[in-house]
């Protein structure tokens, strides 16, 4: 009986045996038939996506609060668009350390062209500083449809600064006396930094939070200066309230001619704001060019263009290889900036 059960067994081990290898045979092939499928179907699913791109509602991932001027841009860009793709093109407002949160949520979405980054120059920054670990090229863009060259000082209507030249010899003569709102790490602290290298100065750089505090602590003169777009608190300057000390561009602007250049003043500094649009970096190629070519139609579109110049920006569109390349200019800029800190 023993003998009998041990041979039971053994056939048994043997035919288990045989199955698996059959299977695994059966499953190797199918494999790669249906690897060989898979390549196709990806292919078709990816032309099916871009041919009914988009599904649904687009989100704008903002990183920036609401009432800022990435929002205002982001907004008004938005109402043009969803004209183009004929979906809502709903703003989430994503705020926290810098951009970083906001940014690191579209990259973490799901690479569908159902949610993209609406952001600005600070991308650069975060990641020269060490505050994350990507950058612009790790977003597959679509495009710079915005530049903004109203970045300027502001000061309220009781400060003794007339003139940008005013501050400087005042800072200089009174180190760290100067206050000068911020958000350390943003767009506006590298602006202050080449200031202070350009002239030798030091400021009292205060982070007060984002675009609503900053002009609440200049109101409230709790502040003497704040960096920010002119576009952005022109109403301020109209009432009275506030005073432009000049923007940081090459030449005065069209959009705001009577208004001096920072290098008109004898300070070296031009800073351009741009606002770029970004997708997931898997986000299938023939989606991201639907989206971009929107995005092209809307910056040329002459009733957004018309809308856009109130805030005092500029339509100024660059396909994804133009503002690679202009990033990639303005990040080693930025990052030499640093180095000299």
């Known amino acids: ?21 059959v299977g695994c045979s059966s499953e190797g092939g199918s494999g790669e038939a249906s690897e060989s499928s898979g390549n196709g179907e990806q292919g078709s699913s ?14 704008v991932v903002v990183p920036a609060g609401a009432g800022g001027d990435t929002d205002i841009n982001a907004r008004t860009f938005a109402k043009y668009l969803e004209q183009e793709l004929g979906q809502p093109v709903v703003i989430s407002n994503v705020t926290g350390a810098g ?7 579209v990259l973490d979405s799901a690479a569908d062209g159902q949610t993209v980054l609406f952001f600005h120059n600070s991308l650069l920054l975060n990641k020269i500083l060490g505050l994350v670990d990507f950058s612009y090229d790790d977003f597959k863009l679509a495009g710079i449809p915005i ?33 000068i709102a911020t958000e350390v790490g943003g ?16 400021l009292n750089i205060v982070d007060v939070g984002g675009a609503a505090d900053k002009i609440a602590a200049l109101l409230g003169g709790h502040i003497d200066i704040v960096p920010t777009s002119l576009g ?46 970004g997708f997931p970096s898997d986000t299938p190629e023939e989606v991201v060019e639907i989206f971009t070519n929107a995005v092209e ?17 500029a339509p100024t569109y660059m396909s994804p290889e133009e503002a690679a390349s202009y990033m990639q ?3 080693a800029y930025y990052e030499e900036l640093y180095a000299e800190e």
Not at 193 to 198: H, I, P, R
Not at 297 to 313: F, G, I, M, Q
Request: proline share 4%; aromatic share 10%.
């Open 187 to 202: 767009f506006t602290h590298l602006q202050l930094l080449a200031l202070e290298q350009d002239q030798g100065i030091e």
């Open 46 to 59: 990816s032309e099916a996506a871009a041919s009914n791109y988009p599904t649904g509602p687009i989100t």
């Open 232 to 277: 952005l608190v022109q109403e301020y300057v109209e009432s009275g309230d506030m005073r432009t000390l000049g923007i940081m561009a090459a030449e005065r602007s069209d959009l705001m001619p009577d208004v001096p250049t920072f290098v008109e003043q004898g300070v070296d500094s031009s800073f351009e704001k741009f606002f770029f649009f």
């Open 1 to 21: 009986m023993k003998g009998y059960m041990k041979k039971l067994v053994l056939m048994f081990a043997v035919l288990f045996l045989s199955a698996v290898i």
């Open 329 to 331: 200019e303005t990040e």
């Open 147 to 179: 530049l903004d060259e109203g970045n300027t000082f502001m000061v309220n209507s009781d400060s003794p600064f007339e003139d940008l030249q005013d501050l400087v010899d005042y800072a200089r003569e009174n180190p760290n006396e100067v206050s």
């Open 297 to 313: 139609t809307v910056a040329s579109n002459d009733e957004y263009r018309a809308e856009a110049e109130k805030y005092l920006v």
């Open 99 to 105: 951009g970083t949160v906001g940014a690191r949520e």
